[in-house]
Structures are given as C-alpha cells and as structure tokens.
C-alpha cells in the first residue's frame, strides 16, 4: 500500500493533513492516535468508503477511490461502528458473509477463532457489546482477505477476549494476510505491529517499530537517591554506570529507583498530552 499526500477536509475543518504511508505486503500496521486524530477517516478512505480531498493512494495495486467488486472481495473490513443484521444468528450472519467471497474461511472454523461457539444460535442483537465486535471481526476475516483493515477492533473487549484477538491477528499475519489495524492501546500495538505511524491532528507525528517509538526518549533513565537531606535525581543513558559510582563507597544508595519512560509517556508527550 502506497499514499502520498492524502488529504480529507469537512466543511470547516481539515480532518488528514496530507500524510505518507507505505505498507508492505504481510505486514502489521498500526496507526495509534487519540480521538479525533483521523484514523478512522484514514482507514476508511483506503478502504474506498470515503472520498479523499486529495492525494494518491494505491492499496492492493488499485486506487480504493474507484476500484471494483474482484479488488473489494480481497479485503477485509471491520469497521469502527458496526453495521446491523440484528434478526440473524451469529452461524447465519457469518455463512452469509461467507458466501459473498469467492474462497472464503470456514464459518465454524472463523467462530471459534474469535470465541463465540456458544453462541452460534444466539441472534445478533441478545448478544453482549463485546461478543458483537468479536462478531464484526468474525466478519471482516471470513473472506479470506489478502488486506484487512480493523478500527479500533479491540473496543470493549475484556482482557481474555484481547489476549485471544491478540492470537488470531498473529495467526492471520503468519498466514501472509497484511493487516493496518487502528487502537488507543500501546500494549496491544507493541504486542501485534510490525511498525506503527503516530497520527495527531491529522498529520504523523511519529513512525516506526513500536520499541523504536520516540527513539532516544526510551533510552534515557532517572535515577533517584536519598543524598542526606536531599533527594537527588539525574537523567542519564548509563544508569548501571551512575549506581556503581553512587555504591563505590560500599554503602547502599538510600531510597534508590531507577525509571526508563514507558511507551506511554513517550506517546504522550508525542500527542502533546504530556500530564
Ligand atoms: N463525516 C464527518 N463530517 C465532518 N467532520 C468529520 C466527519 N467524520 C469525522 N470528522 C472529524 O474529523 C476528525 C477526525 O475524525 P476521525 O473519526 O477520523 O478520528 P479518529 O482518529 O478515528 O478518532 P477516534 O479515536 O475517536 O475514533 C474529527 O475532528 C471529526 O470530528
Ligand atoms: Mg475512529
């Protein structure tokens, strides 16, 4: 997937900047950013469920603006609202997605991968907000995409149920299926993604390897210590180092910690959102 230059703007107010991704073949990308940020109208334009302002984009070798039905069998959507077949039951809802693919999963194989076996028979609307969006992805994934696309896919999931989505995206990302998912989630992005891209008023602040996010940032420590009277506190990129020459005398440093930023701050001070 290519884009360059992609740009969305509602009446009043610039929603995507004009920004650049590229996406390989089999790989997991995320795009994190808060509320507002534009992920959602991003996806969806690559999706071909929106017009873009301007710029180019080319997913799956076409232009997502005007591609036809054989380009739309081979991905997969999750969308971040669901759609609604609230009569049918979770088997019914998923064989009839199933038959609209040329060389789709099995429907029974698909519902237990996202955990709804007991729920085969239940109709879709008795079900609980978490098991309808294993639902939603039960759906995007039975066709068998080539490209799937998830917005925020984990959204009111309880923790078993993330740890399980978690499994089934590795699963599809063995199986060569290129993912650009969206979360608010640092853990699950550093747990599934390749690469992620920081996305803030419409515009990439950041991109990279999870671990890599913020680069420098990550590497540099606090070290705090009780010198006496006084609590002292260094930054440093060799706190090993610091703590050798603060223990030289044999003595233990009182109250000693040492603290590297998680991914979190490093994202919040990305976004601007530095508590
Ligand atoms: N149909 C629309 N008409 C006008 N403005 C819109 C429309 N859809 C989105 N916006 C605005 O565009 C901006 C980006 O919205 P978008 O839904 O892409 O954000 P998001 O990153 O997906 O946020 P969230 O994390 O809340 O899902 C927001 O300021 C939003 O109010
Ligand atoms: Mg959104």
């Not at 884009?3 to 991704?21: C, F, M, N, Q, S």
């Not at 808060?34 to 929106?50: D, F, M, Q, Y």
């Not at 591609?67 to 991905?75: D, E, V």
């Amino acid at each position: 997937m290519r884009v360059r230059g992609l740009r969305k703007e509602y009446p009043g107010h610039v929603a995507v900047t004009g920004i650049d991704l590229d996406i390989e073949r089999g790989e997991v990308f995320a795009l994190l950013g808060p509320n507002g940020a534009g992920k959602t109208t991003t996806v969806e334009i690559l999706e071909g469920h929106r017009r873009r302002t301007s710029g180019t984009a080319e997913v799956l070798g076409e232009d997502p603006g005007n591609a036809g039905r054989a380009w739309r069998a081979r991905i997969g959507i999750v969308l971040q609202t669901a759609t609604d077949a609230a009569e049918l039951t979770v088997a019914e809802s998923v064989r009839l997605f199933a038959r609209c693919y040329p060389n789709p999963r099995e429907p029974e194989e698909v519902i237990h991968h996202v955990g709804l076996d007991g729920k085969a028979g239940t109709r879709v609307r008795a079900l609980s907000g978490g098991q309808r969006r294993r639902l939603d992805v039960a759906l995007g994934i039975v066709g068998r995409p080539e490209l799937l696309f998830l917005d925020e896919p984990t959204t009111g999931f309880d923790p078993k149920a993330r740890r399980r989505f978690w499994e089934l995206i590795r699963l599809l990302a063995d199986d060569g299926t290129t993912i650009l998912l969206t979360s608010h989630y640092l853990d699950e992005v550093e747990a599934l993604a390749d690469r992620t891209a920081v996305l803030a008023g419409g515009s990439i602040v950041a991109e990279g390897t999870p671990a890599g996010l913020g680069g420098r940032a990550l590497s540099v420590a606090t070290v705090r210590w009780r010198a006496g009277e006084h609590l002292r506190e260094e930054r440093t990129e060799t706190p090993a180092r610091l703590v050798r020459e603060l223990s030289a005398d044999g003595a233990e440093p009182a109250e000693l910690t040492v603290t590297r930023p998680s991914l979190e701050d490093v994202y919040l001070e990305l976004i601007g959102e530095k508590p």
